[in-house]
């Protein structure tokens, strides 16, 4: 098994992106930050883009609303040599932004205000994913930063962000649209008859069911955009050359957890296959056992002291640090089936904090942690 | 401990539909399969329904990935049974136009060009629309002789961000489509959800995060009408301190020379690192106790009653879901 050296990683000059990704509820905001507090005190210009912070882990790092620009992280006790910038996304914005380059101001005016891009804007599933690689395109070519950290959005699946652009293209593709409201056209051979046919009677029940006035918004927002298509689909195109660039690597993020290994499976499995360049695996808030006493031992004198009726306090000792074994056993074992199945991932390991993190001392503590590792 | 446990109430006991929601993380789709179990004690039928895509009830219950129908997947002493239904959007919109439009085979042919995934693209809503639909199709199913087919249903409902507009949006569908077979449909979808037959239940672990999203969910949740159910302790790990040694120790003060003698009456001679090991994973243990006890007061607010389920070490596979299907039945899951 080898080991993530994330100490060499943001040394490295070479190094421009760093995408941390994995599923929901694993860390990976704080991982994000963590890495990012120590690569700018380690000498790099870094900017960190996070997606959804919890609170507190906002205001840690200077964050008290969205900002659709990085914004210098100005803490005390904080005076790193290479200097950090932080920023929430503001996906809604992004997109507004992004329109309005492409479309020159009066088509862009017709784009913003059709209630269609409002729902696509602001609750299609992908559009976030879609967003914060859009941002990701904009932070690289702005050329400003020696090393970008990317957050990604808390997807149902950790794969979400790679397919959104593609998802996203699909659903404003104009050929859709066209079916469903354009009108059928007769003729031709037998089955492509009979399909548009169906399609006709699938329009007039899809427009039943999502409303007509919904399928007409639709149409017009197709149209307006038509001509911004190509241009979005280049970018989303230049991104993804970005993210399989020599200088971008991918930490994948997990919790000791059966659901998160399986999820980082699946991811890792996705990168080699997109050939994507896969740093390795963080396995965050780990239980290693503190003190090495076998837990049948402990277990047998707790029971001792117990049955004697003396030292609580110790016979306590002991129970907690057997139930600790048993799990630190667990986790090992979680983590030996994942790297049965991809033995050429190297690992890092991040003990847990006894507590929730909000200030840069425990992201700099998780830093710590994090690079710990390899030494 | 501060919460009262009141375990199921009367009130959750005539629900017939048991939606499950939590956190990511909470482990929520272990719990609906712990609950579907529970209730099929004694002969009951059970369907558990899944809506997320994931086939988290086949792994759950170390099966086959589920198809688009309901399967058996466990049965409980007495005669009880659990079905699953992994539901299909796609499946679903293509069964849902067939009840009013004969679209033949070339249904198939329009799901092959992405026709539907662009259609549920196109009103976010729909899916959920559908899921809904589905799931109030299950709970109100009867057979020949008038019976429900299912005494009880328990879906693994979407996470507690997403949950009340799933669980709404049929109601904010409605206003789009004033006419046609969406409005027949969800009248019965909307007094379904918000009535006693339905209860919202809340998985969460003893953390900030997970009890903090649960408690915004129950306000939610109330301020949509819609009837929280019971809030279930998940992943709950064994507390070891003597109660009034948590406070000094979470300090850092652990008295190292008492529990070194301790150690040495119950036989054990420890070398200084590993007494020091000792302490350090006291002091991180009782950190925990206290963050736990905070969580517990917070979730005492929201007065609701909470069952409580055990960590299982050793993972959870088919035989641990009973065991904590078991202890739900204790606690007075019916």
């Known amino acids: 098994m080898s080991v993530l050296d994330v100490d060499a990683l943001i040394d490295d000059p070479r190094t421009h992106v760093l995408v941390c990704c994995g599923s929901g509820g694993v860390g990976k905001t704080t991982t994000a930050a963590s890495i990012a507090v120590r690569a700018a005190e380690r000498g790099r210009k870094t900017v960190v883009l996070t997606i959804d912070p919890a609170r507190r882990l906002a205001q840690a790092l200077g964050l008290e609303e969205l900002g659709n620009t990085p914004k210098q992280v100005a803490v005390d006790g904080f005076t790193p040599t290479g200097g950090l910038s932080a920023m929430m996304l503001d996906m ?25 891009y409002k729902t696509i804007s602001s609750s299609f599933s992908g559009t976030q994913e879609y967003m914060a690689m859009e941002k990701l395109g904009q932070l690289a070519a702005e050329g400003t930063w020696d090393l970008i950290i990317v957050d990604t959005p808390p997807s149902r699946s950790a794969l979400d962000f790679l ?4 998802r996203l293209s699909t659903a404003l593709d104009g050929r859709m649209i066209k079916l469903l409201t354009g009108p059928v056209k007769a003729g031709g051979w037998g089955l492509r008859k009979v399909v548009s046919g169906a399609f006709g009677l699938f329009a007039k029940a899809v427009s039943t069911i999502v409303g007509g006035q919904l399928l007409a918004d639709a149409s017009a927002f197709v149209q307006a955009f038509d001509g911004m298509f190509g241009g979005f689909r280049e970018r989303a195109r230049k991104t993804y050359e970005l993210l399989r660039s020599s200088g971008t690597a991918f930490i994948v993020v997990a919790a000791p957890e059966p659901d998160a290994l399986r999820e980082a499976s699946y991811f890792v499995e996705r990168l080699e296959a997109e050939s994507m360049p896969l740093a390795g695996l963080v396995v965050n808030r780990t239980h290693p056992v503190l003190a090495h006493l076998p837990s049948a031992k ?25 139930d600790r ?36 001392h425990g992201l700099r503590a998780i830093g710590e942690r994090l690079a710990g590792s390899a030494t | 401990m501060t919460t009262p446990v009141v375990g199921w109430t009367e009130q959750i006991a005539r629900a017939r539909l048991h939606v499950v929601s939590g956190k990511g993380g909470t482990g929520k789709s272990t719990v609906a399969g712990a609950l579907a179990l529970a209730l099929s004690t004694g ?21 086959q990935p589920l198809p688009y129908s309901e399967e058996k997947v ?18 679903a ?34 899916r959920d629309v559908l899921l809904t639909g589905k799931i109030k199709e299950c709970v109100t199913r009867t057979d020949d002789t008038g019976r429900h087919v299912y005494d009880a249903v328990v879906v693994d409902a979407p996470p507690t961000g997403r949950i009340v507009k799933f669980l709404d949006v049929t109601k904010a569908m409605a206003d789009l489509a004033k006419v046609g077979p969406i409005k027949g ?24 995060m997970p009890v903090r999203e649960t408690v915004e969910a129950v306000g939610e949740l109330d301020g949509a009408d819609l009837r929280p159910g019971a809030i279930i302790l998940n992943r709950v790990r064994p507390h070891r301190l003597p109660t009034r040694s948590v406070t000094a120790a979470a300090d850092g003060r652990v008295d190292a020379g008492r529990v070194r003698d301790g150690l040495v009456a119950a036989g054990l001679a420890l070398a200084d690192d590993v007494v020091e090991g000792l302490v350090a994973e006291t002091v991180e243990h009782a950190v925990r106790v206290q963050a736990e006890q905070r969580a517990r007061e917070q979730l005492a607010e929201v007065d609701l009653p909470a069952v409580e389920l055990a960590d299982l070490v050793d993972g959870v596979d088919p035989a641990a879901l009973y065991e904590l299907a078991e202890a739900m039945v204790e606690q007075g899951v019916r």
């Open chain 1, 92 to 116: 809604r914005r992004t997109f507004d932004d992004m329109v309005i380059a492409h479309a020159g101001e009066v088509r862009a005016d017709e784009v913003l205000s059709n209630p269609f």
């Open chain 1, 163 to 166: 397919d959104a652009p593609q």
């Open chain 1, 298 to 322: 402990a277990l047998a004198a707790a029971e001792n002291l117990e049955a004697a009726g003396k030292a609580p306090l110790a016979s306590a000792v002991l129970r907690l640090h057997a």
């Open chain 1, 325 to 360: 074994v048993a799990l630190a056993q667990r986790e090992r074992r979680l983590v030996n089936r994942f790297t049965k199945a991809h033995p050429s991932v190297a690992l890092a390991h991040v003990p847990a904090m006894a507590t929730d993190v909000h200030d840069i």
């Open chain 2, 43 to 63: 002969g009951r039928r059970v369907l558990l329904v899944e809506v997320e895509g994931r086939q988290g009830i086949a792994q759950l219950f170390d099966t």
């Open chain 2, 74 to 91: 466990a049965t409980t002493p007495g005669g009880g049974e659990v079905r699953a239904l992994h539901v299909d959007v796609e499946a």
């Open chain 2, 93 to 126: 919109l293509m069964e849902y136009l067939a009840m009013f439009y004969n679209l033949g085979f070339a249904g198939r042919t329009l799901r092959k060009m992405g026709a539907i995934e662009f259609a549920t693209t196109l009103a976010p809503g729909l």
């Open chain 2, 185 to 208: 449909q969800s009248d019965g979808v909307v007094r379904l959800l918000h009535s006693g037959d339905t209860a919202v239940h809340l998985v969460t672990l003893l953390e900030e």
